[in-house]
Nanobody, 127 residues
C-alpha cells in the first residue's frame, strides 16, 4: 500500500484546511485508517482514526469538534477537514493504515498500530 498525503500549507489562526491522503496498491476497505501529527521536537501524536470494525471514528481531545475524518471509496482516499485551527496545530501530518484491521482499539492511539504511512504534509498555523 502506498499512501500520499497532501494539502498542507500556511493558514491563519481560526482558518480551515483540508488534508487528503490518496492510496494506491490496495483499496481502502477493510482497513483502519488514521491521521497522526508530529510537531518539531515532539513525538508523533494521534489525531483521528476510522475503525473498520464498528465503523466509528475517534478523535483526540485536542482536535475533537474541530477536525473531521472522512473517506471516499470511489477515489480510494481519506481526508482530514481541519477547522478553527490554532497555532498549536502546527505539525507535519501523516496518514496511516492498519491492514488487515487487526489492531485492538487502544492500539490505534499509537503509531505502532499501523502498517503503512504516507510521507507527511506540513501544516503551519500562524498570523
Amino acid at each position: 500500500v502506498q499512501l500520499q498525503a497532501y494539502g498542507g500549507g500556511l493558514v491563519q489562526p481560526g482558518g480551515s484546511l483540508r488534508l487528503s491522503c490518496a492510496a494506491s496498491g490496495r483499496t481502502l476497505s477493510n482497513v483502519n485508517m488514521g491521521w497522526f501529527r508530529q510537531a518539531p521536537g515532539k513525538e508523533r501524536e494521534f489525531v483521528s482514526v476510522f475503525r473498520w470494525n464498528g465503523g466509528r471514528t475517534y478523535y483526540s481531545d485536542s482536535v475533537k469538534g474541530r477536525f473531521t475524518l472522512s473517506r471516499d471509496t470511489a477515489k480510494n482516499s481519506m481526508y482530514l477537514q481541519m477547522n478553527s485551527l490554532k497555532p498549536e496545530d502546527t505539525a507535519v501530518y501523516y496518514c496511516a493504515v492498519d491492514v488487515p484491521p487487526l489492531t485492538i482499539l487502544s492500539g490505534l492511539w499509537s503509531a505502532s498500530g499501523y502498517d503503512y504511512w504516507g510521507q507527511g504534509t506540513l501544516v503551519t498555523v500562524s498570523s
